[in-house]
Structure formats: C-alpha cells, structure tokens
T-cell receptor
Framework: DQQVKQNSPSLSVQEGRISILNCDYTNSMFDYFLWYKKYPAEGPTFLISISSIKDKNEDGRFTVFLNKSAKHLSLHIVPSQPGDSAVYFCAASELMRFGAGTRLTVKP | GAGVSQSPRYKVAKRGQDVALRCDPISGHVSLFWYQQALGQGPEFLTYFQNEAQLDKSGLPSDRFFAERPEGSVSTLKIQRTQQEDSAVYLC?????????????FGSGTRLTVV
C-alpha cells in the first residue's frame, strides 16, 4: 500500500532551467512533508519541508508547494545546477513514508 | 562523531546465515529509525525507537528481523536465516525530537547482499 507516490522515476533538465519534481499522497491525515536528496553510496540528506498549514515554503533555489485538496506536493529547483543531479525522495510524516524517488539529471 | 554511523558498510552473507547491522546515532538523539531500501525503491520503514523503547515495529517484514536499542543509543538490526530477498541497503536515521515531523539525519547505510 503505497501511501506516498512519485510517479516519475527520472527527470532530465538543462542547467539553468527549472526542475519540477512531483509527489502524491493518499492519506489526508499526513500533516508534514519532507524532501530528501540522495547521492550514490550516501544516505539521504534533508532538503526542505512543509507543514500542512502552509502551501509554500522557500529556501534559496528550492521551493516546495503543497496542494492539500489534490494531495499533491512539488519541489521546484530554479535555476537547476549540475550538482543538483541526485535522487530526490518525498516523505510524509507519521513515521516517514517515502516515495520511490525521482532521479534528476541536470545537463550542463 | 558528528553524523550517524553505520557498520559494516557492506555485508555479504550466505543464505541461512544470521547478520547483525549496527547503527550509532548522533549523540543525544532520542529517535532512531531503521529503513530497508531495495534497488530502485524508496526507503521502506522497518521500526522506530524512542530512547530504548521500540514504539513501532510494524514494518519488520518477518519474525526473522529483530531490532534493539538497549541503552537508548546504539541500535542493532539482526536478521536471522537470511534469504535472498533480504538483499537491500539498510538505512538508519536519528532525530533529536521524540515525535515525527522533523528532519532526520541518515547514515550511509549497510548494503547487504545475500548469496
């Protein structure tokens, strides 16, 4: 039972353009969401989070949007840089249910 | 150390062998989580400790999996009679708080290969 879904296994964008990573969830009780970034052979590292009382949270080049009615969140990276190339996981609170991840490749 | 440390980094086990995976969380962190990440998948929750208390073990896939954190710091995940489907990266994470909703610090994981 996948409660958090990332339907795009991969995304490729050009350096300088916007990257948009999407995540859907099924449990309306989830009230806190996190994005993690993972490089090969390393553990995931926390990137940005959002509480359900907000619909947007911004941190530098990273912005997370939350649409509670659609049970959808997205991570925007702008401008994208080659060093952003990694696997991105979204996770919902309540014992951290993770999506399957999206592999982002930013081409120089 | 400054981060979450997991050992061994890699483990190859013969089918049927018992293994023990160790996690050293950040000092003082109350919460500790174990996750299993299969190839191409996201981390799957296994179990959660708050100090020495195992508050949730609903994610453990079978009774061959056992986790402990006897003194509320170091944790060990034990897998008995390993099977090939146990091959995965096992991730440990810790957080300072006692509840959910905060960012966690992950270790680099232990890659278990059962042959």
């Amino acid at each position: 039972d996948q409660q958090v879904k990332q339907n795009s296994p991969s995304l490729s964008v050009q350096e300088g353009r916007i990257s948009i990573l999407n995540c859907d969830y099924t449990n309306s009780m989830f009230d806190y969401f996190l994005w993690y970034k993972k490089y090969p052979a390393e553990g995931p590292t926390f990137l940005i989070s959002i509480s359900s009382i907000k619909d947007k949270n911004e941190d530098g080049r990273f912005t997370v949007f939350l649409n509670k009615s659609a049970k959808h969140l997205s991570l925007h990276i702008v401008p994208s840089q080659p060093g952003d190339s990694a696997v991105y996981f979204c996770a919902a609170s309540e014992l951290m249910r993770f999506g399957a991840g999206t592999r982002l490749t930013v081409k120089p | 150390g400054a981060g979450v440390s997991q050992s061994p980094r890699y483990k190859v086990a013969k089918r049927g062998q018992d293994v023990a995976l160790r996690c050293d969380p950040i000092s003082g962190h109350v919460s500790l989580f174990w996750y299993q990440q299969a190839l191409g998948q996201g981390p799957e929750f296994l179990t959660y400790f708050q100090n020495e208390a195992q508050l949730d073990k609903s994610g453990l896939p079978s009774d061959r999996f056992f986790a402990e954190r006897p003194e509320g710091s170091v944790s060990t995940l034990k897998i008995q009679r390993t099977q090939q489907e146990d091959s995965a990266v096992y991730l440990c994470a810790s957080s300072p708080g006692g509840g959910t909703g905060t960012g966690y610090t992950f270790g680099s994981g232990t890659r278990l290969t059962v042959v």
